[in-house]
T-cell receptor, first 117, second 114 residues
Framework: NAGVMQNPRHLVRRRGQEARLRCSPM?????VYWYRQLPEEGLKFMVY????????ESGMPKERFSAEFPKEGPSILRIQQVVRGDSAAYFC???????????????FGPGTRLTVT | GENVEQHPSTLSVQEGDSAVIKCTYS??????FPWYKQELGKGPQLIID?????GEKKDQRIAVTLNKTAKHFSLHITETQPEDSAVYFC?????????????FGRGTQLTVWP
């Protein structure tokens, strides 16, 4: 059973370009979370999505960042007009059922390391 | 929101010794506390978790204890091996639990010397 998959694993963008990060959850998982990790820091929550719905985006910067999880295909985290401060590792995690069912376990992918030059 | 503090930030032990990492949390409504192991260049791996209705949980060489009154929980690794070397993160869930977000500590770099 394949785990959470993320691509690309490494992404280099120049300031002002767009970055698209993809996450395919584990088979049978319909809940996806995105986290950002700055060097030598813990993970910071960004957004929680279910298929076709954004459930909680309170951790997302108000501008330039957006996320989606369409009915078909991977979840995508999109960063427009990237700046140097966006350089970080971005992880997604998936869960088979949502917290409303008392199911809290989250399984992480390998991450995308974004470098903005 | 929840605030999770983790100590120590670095920990070095001799192979075979025990290692203990401690975390505190601020929100008394939190009811789920996972621990993750992150190796260099990889994603966090869930190694053990505990819920607020349990005081201790064990899985082979690792165990987690929870003190709800004091709002702290700890990871215990016995008979450490060099392959245990990694960064360990504790986390706690969101108040109310209908939102799934986790709040993470800043991590502990564990080094096990052979």
């Amino acid at each position: 059973n394949a785990g959470v998959m993320q691509n690309p694993r490494h992404l280099v963008r120049r300031r002002g370009q767009e970055a698209r990060l993809r996450c395919s959850p584990m088979k049978g998982h319909s809940h996806v979370y995105w986290y950002r990790q700055l060097p030598e820091e813990g993970l910071k929550f960004m957004v929680y999505l279910q298929k076709e719905n954004i459930i909680d985006e309170s951790g997302m910067p108000k501008e330039r960042f957006s996320a989606e999880f369409p009915k078909e295909g991977p979840s995508i985290l999109r960063i427009q007009q990237v700046v140097r401060g966006d350089s970080a590792a971005y992880f997604c995690a998936s869960s088979p059922r949502g917290p409303s069912t008392q199911s809290y376990e989250q399984y992480f992918g390998p991450g995308t390391r974004l470098t903005v030059t | 929101g929840e605030n999770v503090e983790q100590h120590p930030s670095t920990l070095s032990v001799q192979e075979g010794d025990s290692a203990v990492i401690k975390c505190t949390y601020s929100d008394s409504a939190s009811n789920y506390f996972p621990w993750y192991k992150q190796e260099l260049g990889k994603g966090p791996q869930l190694i053990i978790d505990i819920r607020s209705n349990v005081g201790e949980k064990k899985d082979q060489r690792i165990a987690v204890t929870l003190n709800k009154t004091a709002k702290h929980f700890s990871l215990h690794i016995t008979e450490t091996q060099p392959e245990d070397s990694a960064v360990y993160f504790c986390a706690a869930n969101e108040r109310g639990s209908t939102l799934g977000r986790l709040y993470f500590g800043r991590g502990t770099q564990l080094t096990v010397w052979p």
